[in-house]
């Protein structure tokens, strides 16, 4: 089948598999961690500076995360990110079940994790292409987005009934044995040998280059541009959640998992639905069009007070969110010579990822004043109006390529 075409290749498999477990259990360690800060402090803003802790790394580092990817094997290098995760989340267990955890330990971990995720993200998107070639590398990052949401439905639900249960620390307790699983695949491929190009340039250089090429080329400028604007406000409902779970819709930790599942549920749709792709052409209007989307369902869910009202909208949050961004980073991988996939990759991360802990301190301070769900409305709005100035730039270009083609078609008659 041409949507599960990229599982031809025994090391996306083994890849697929491991990835499966070890999601699951970093999805429940994120909801447990987000119910864990709101529940030690009951502080939007607290929330806000969590997520910042979490991502601020990934708008330094992941520039260099890319230059190590592009200079050094990229199979080792995820190898060594997942272990340093899986100590980290051990230790955040350690802290939390022997009730040494405070608002503040838990964000200075959460920190360390992000610094490991500026080096892991870029690294393992450029090692896809060694995974399954470029032929079936659209279908490759489809599919692992269908895994990444697959286990953000599994995950909160598991944490929510856990959190209620047994309490946030088996959660990141589980956490850290399910990166056996990604370790373990990736220990078990075999993965031909890349040639590394020497490089004269210094290591700011070589970042520059990458950013360089990114902004040159407007389709690539365009798409990330947009990604950045909802990463920077539209998935700041995330933060938001555990307040409308329990203050809004008075649902709960079970609730909470639940909402976040739902967004999960759709987003696998999402992703799927994307897989089944076979050609590059039309993903400038289908970011366009599920953008759009993406920013209507942030509008009705801020203001929502029915849990299952709620939990619908977000399903659909979910489905446009994830197909945006897998139309965008296929765009870009589509577009970038390998020299280079790192470094832009690493663009691709900040400009997804490492905007999104600015977000969060503004939103936290926002709501802070005004509430969530007036911040949330806000922030839809926002990414609604830029989603239609990108829609408006990509009916412009298709007017100007049909003429164009009108214009050929009568030069060749």
């Given at each position: ?362 939103a936290g301070g926002i709501a802070k004043r005004i509430g969530a769900p007036s911040t949330l409305a806000i922030f839809g709005s926002v990414c609604l109006i830029g989603s239609l100035v990108f829609a408006a730039w990509v009916l412009t270009r298709l007017r100007a390529a049909q003429k164009s083609a009108q214009v050929q078609a009568g030069l060749g008659r």
């Open positions: 089948m041409t949507r599960f075409r990229a599982l031809k290749h025994r090391n996306f498999q083994l890849f697929m598999a491991g990835q499966l477990v070890s999601l699951i259990g970093t999805w429940m360690q994120t909801t447990a961690q987000l119910w864990l800060v709101y529940d030690l402090t009951h502080s939007p803003a607290l929330l806000g500076i969590f997520g910042f802790a979490n991502q601020i790394p990934m708008l330094v580092l992941a520039s260099v995360g890319g230059y190590v990817g592009d200079r050094y094997s990229r199979h080792r290098g995820v190898i060594a990110t997942q272990t340093i995760s899986m100590l980290l989340a051990f230790i955040l267990a350690g802290l939390t079940l022997s009730h040494h955890i405070h608002e503040w330990s838990l964000i200075a971990i959460t920190f360390l994790v992000g610094i490991v995720n500026a080096f892991d993200v870029p690294i393992r998107q450029a090692f896809f292409v060694e995974m399954v070639g470029k032929e079936d590398l659209p279908n490759a990052i489809a599919l692992n987005s269908s895994i990444f949401n697959g286990a953000r439905v599994v995950g909160p639900a598991i944490a929510g009934f856990a959190i209620a249960w047994i309490g946030a620390g088996w959660c990141f307790f589980l956490n850290g044995l399910s990166f056996f699983a990604v370790i373990l695949a990736l220990l078990a491929m075999r993965i031909q040998p890349q040639e590394r190009k020497p490089s004269t340039e210094s290591p700011l250089q070589s970042l520059l280059e990458g950013f360089r090429f990114a902004m040159k080329d407007r389709p690539i400028r365009s798409a990330l541009l947009l990604l950045s604007l909802l990463s920077l406000l539209g998935l700041q409902y995330s933060v938001f959640m555990p307040i409308f779970a329990n203050d809004i819709l008075h649902a709960g930790a079970r609730g909470l998992g639940l909402l976040m599942s739902a967004a999960g549920v759709g987003a696998v749709l999402g992703a799927l639905q994307f897989a089944a792709r076979t050609t590059y052409k039309g993903l400038a209007k289908w970011i366009a069009a599920m953008s759009v989307i993406c920013a209507c369902g942030l509008i009705v869910f801020s203001q929502s007070h029915v849990f299952w009202l709620s939990a619908a909208v977000l399903f659909v949050v979910g489905f446009a969110a994830t197909s945006q961004m897998a139309a965008t980073n296929t765009t870009v991988q589509n577009r970038v010579p390998d020299e280079l996939r790192g470094r832009v990759m690493a663009v691709y991360a900040t400009m997804f990822m490492g905007v999104q802990p600015l977000g969060a301190l503004l």
